[in-house]
T-cell receptor, first 115, second 116 residues
Framework: EAGVAQSPRYKIIEKRQSVAFWCNPI?????LYWYQQILGQGPKLLIQ????????DSQLPKDRFSAERLKGVDSTLKIQPAKLEDSAVYLC?????????????FGAGTRLSVL | AQKITQTQPGMFVQEKEAVTLDCTYD???????LFWYKQPSSGEMIFLIY??????QNATEGRYSLNFQKARKSANLVISASQLGDSAMYFC?????????????FGKGMKLTVNP
């Protein structure tokens, strides 16, 4: 079974530029998550989708970050304009709720450097 | 207040020895789940083990076991017979509640190094 796919793996941009990340979840997983992991910290949830609807975006900086999940499968996370503090690894995860477990499976992430 | 606390920044262990990674959590929700993930240098977060707050027995998955002490709010990961490939960052995480937002709250992680 294919895992969560993310692209690109690495991205270097200058501040005030825009950038987009793509995620393809595990087939059949209705729930998709975007996390931000700053160096030396654990991941922090940015947004959670259930199919193509947003469940939780309380920690998404909406003035510059946006995300969509068209047709309830692939998702795109965009940053416009980027700031230096956005340098981080952006992880996508997906899950299929089975009882109370709801294990989240992660992709390899996109490492963003903002110069 | 921190929800997940991992106080050990790093640990060293000899190959084939057992090692315990500490995790304490804070929640007032009676229903929650505790997770451990491994993050090698490649960056992917790999799920290791899950413990539900209502589970009667400690979880086990191969060489991984979770020492769940509910009253002390601790969920320590035990790795038996360490292997060189176990060298990585390890994160403890918690999910509160049963529905709605399923977000995981992660600790800061700790680095495990297995020496030959």
């Amino acid at each position: 079974e294919a895992g969560v796919a993310q692209s690109p793996r690495y991205k270097i941009i200058e501040k005030r530029q825009s950038v987009a990340f793509w995620c393809n979840p595990i087939s059949g997983h209705a729930t998709l998550y975007w996390y931000q992991q700053i160096l030396g910290q654990g991941p922090k949830l940015l947004i959670q989708f259930q199919n193509n609807g947003v469940v939780d975006d309380s920690q998404l900086p909406k003035d510059r970050f946006s995300a969509e999940r068209l047709k309830g499968v692939d998702s795109t996370l965009k940053i416009q304009p980027a700031k230096l503090e956005d340098s981080a690894v952006y992880l996508c995860a997906s899950s299929l709720r089975i009882a109370a477990k709801n294990i989240q499976y992660f992709g390899a992430g996109t490492r963003l450097s903002v110069l | 207040a921190q929800k997940i606390t991992q106080t050990q920044p790093g640990m060293f262990v000899q190959e084939k020895e057992a090692v315990t990674l500490d995790c304490t959590y804070d929640t007032s929700d009676p229903s929650y789940g505790l997770f451990w993930y491994k993050q090698p240098s490649s960056g992917e977060m790999i799920f290791l083990i899950y413990q539900g707050s209502y589970d009667q027995q400690n979880a086990t998955e191969g060489r991984y076991s979770l020492n769940f002490q509910k009253a002390r709010k601790s969920a320590n990961l035990v790795i038996s017979a360490s292997q060189l490939g176990d060298s990585a960052m390890y994160f403890c995480a918690m999910r509160e509640g049963d529905g709605g937002s399923e977000k995981l709250v992660f600790g800061k992680g700790m680095k495990l190094t297995v020496n030959p």
